[in-house]
């Protein structure tokens, strides 16, 4: 990996009504034709991502979205894009038009996802009435042209003064100096040949940053592994579907985590998620269970989440449990579901699965993570850390 995943990037959309600029806006930014800018309202008819490096503020992704009045025939399909776009903004940027009443009653629900805001408004549009200009002091907007880099410079400058958020660690509060960490990564046919999948990936460099012995393995050398260690591990972590073979082997003084629940703690609310799972303690439980999933690659015959989850849960339930399953970008919207089992989100930007998490609680449905979920099946989610 070169790049650093859009997953750790600072996401910053940019909103407005049709016409209102955001196109030029992030062309300009990027410095690169990103967007089509047109005077025909509604070009924009999808959110478009750019990733890019922004000194003094890191790697970002910038999100031009279409205009949230669009009255289009495919309005309703657009406004959903926005709506995905502000769920997963860090940062958004907002350009006011000539309606104030409108844009107001937007930013006021940008507002409520708790997201830092920049306020825009375009230098062609200043011939607006001095009451209008009055009205829009009290967002200290930046007046924007595309014609004057000055602006775009002032508009860069305005992000990099926003406080950025108070970083965590994945093992945030279970490693120090020198500790001893076995990772127990087994290589199935979901891992990409010749690479380790994102999780790993993180999980090492976190542990390397804060000066952990790290030490690595897969399942069927997991005995040779420690019995040639001079200590016992102070930390095992594992991929969830080995929880309970691993369990079993441990040192009793070893800790136990697993990948995912690293990832629901750090992007998630993982009391929360341990709370939810508490749910199928029903022993008659027989209610409706979502899998989500935010990878997209195509199901595998040992897929986690197709395949392994839902067997155990009929291997406990039987078939009075019914399971949906979503993929990728889509969460759940309106069906009434028992519980939500997420998987880690380790592709998805901290400020989605909050989000996500933040939509189940307001609407009263459990929300539990894959590995928070097999530990408590396999009877060892007492035994686990976190």
Known sequence: MINTPSSLRTHIGIFGKTNSGKSSLINAITGQEVSIVSDISGTTTD????????????????????????KSILGSKRLEQT??????????????????????????????????????ISKSDLRLDKEYLEKLE????????????DSTNTLIEALKT????EERTLTEGL???????????????????????????????????????????????????LAILNRPPDLIITDSQCFKEVFNKKPKESKL?????????????????????????????????????ACTHSPLEEDIGRIKIPNLLKKKFGDKVQIDFLRGGDFW??????????????????????????????????????????????????????
């Open 162 to 165: 926003l406080e950025p958020e």
């Open 257 to 293: 985590t697993s990948f995912s629940v690293l990832f629901s703690k750090l992007k998630g609310n993982i009391d929360y998620f341990i709370h939810s799972v508490k749910v199928l303690d029903k022993k008659d439980f027989g209610g409706k269970i979502l899998i989500c999933e």
């Open 83 to 120: 709506k995905k776009a502000i769920e997963k903004s860090d940062v958004g940027i907002f350009l006011f038009s000539k309606d104030f009443d409108e844009d107001k009653k937007f930013v006021d629900y940008l507002k409520t996802y708790n997201m830092k805001l920049i306020y825009c």
């Open 333 to 386: 919207e309106n069906t009434d579901y028992d519980l939500i089992v997420h998987c880690g989100g380790c592709m998805l930007n901290t400020k989605t699965m909050e989000n996500r998490v933040k939509k189940a609680i307001e609407n009263k449905i459990p929300m539990t993570n894959y590995g928070i979920l097999i530990a408590y099946l396999k009877e060892i989610l007492e035994d686990i850390t976190y």
């Open 138 to 149: 009290e967002y200290n907007p930046i007046y924007f042209s595309i014609k004057d880099k």
């Open 175 to 225: 490693v120090k100096d020198s500790d001893l960490v076995l990772l127990v990564m087994p290589q199935d046919i979901q891992a990409p040949k010749g690479r380790l999948i994102l999780p790993q990936v993180h999980t090492i460099r976190d542990l390397l940053d804060q000066k952990a012995l790290v030490v690595s393995t897969v399942l069927d050398r997991l005995d040779e592994s």
């Open 47 to 70: 959110s478009i991502s750019k990733t890019m490096e922004v000194p003094g503020l890191g790697p970002v992704v910038f999100i031009d979205t279409p205009g949230y009045d669009d």
